[in-house]
């Protein structure tokens, strides 16, 4: 499959474009970085590299199910509720919960442990909606998933 994703002058948050032929493959999401499977980024926040295309290769001879896809994805939440759990200190609506594992499945957990909405407000019982928006926004990520993420929080509203 012709990989047209760096040759295309669309904004790059509407750039998502599959770099293999089957469904759960390789793609550039709609930042550019290279993912797999169900939102599953591959290595650091980069476009997909030939030796990518070669492992997933490899890996995936025939292509990545969608049981392989939801499999991965099952394991990598598994570990970012843990994260979750570990860092959270107080009790927490299912809401909350859920906002914070998308948080650190977007973001990563490294920034997990440093962000101060966790640490500076939610384990010291300070849950103020202006203050958790303004400590959550410190971090870069796309502006509509941390918005999400934010109203999802602070008003159990899901989208």
Known sequence: MKNNCNNSIIPIRDRSCHVTSDRYGL?????????????????DR????????NNYNREFPGG?????ARNILAER??????????????Q????QFD?????????????????NFVNNDINQGNCDPEQIAS????????RNRQ???????????YR
């Open 92 to 95: 927490l609506t299912q809401y």
């Open 46 to 53: 980069r476009h997909c590299t030939t030796q990518d295309i």
């Open 64 to 68: 990545m199910t969608q049981e392989q």
């Open 147 to 157: 918005n999400d993420e934010i109203r999802l929080f602070n008003y159990g509203i």
């Open 135 to 142: 400590d959550w926004r410190h971090f870069r990520q796309n």
């Open 27 to 43: 793609y550039q999401d709609s930042e550019g970085f290279c993912t797999r499977g169900i939102g599953t980024l591959i290595g």
């Open 99 to 115: 906002a914070l594992v998308s948080f650190n499945f977007n973001a990563g957990s490294g920034n997990l442990r440093i962000a």
């Open 77 to 90: 939440l598994h570990r970012d509720e843990a994260s979750v759990n570990g860092r959270v200190r107080v």
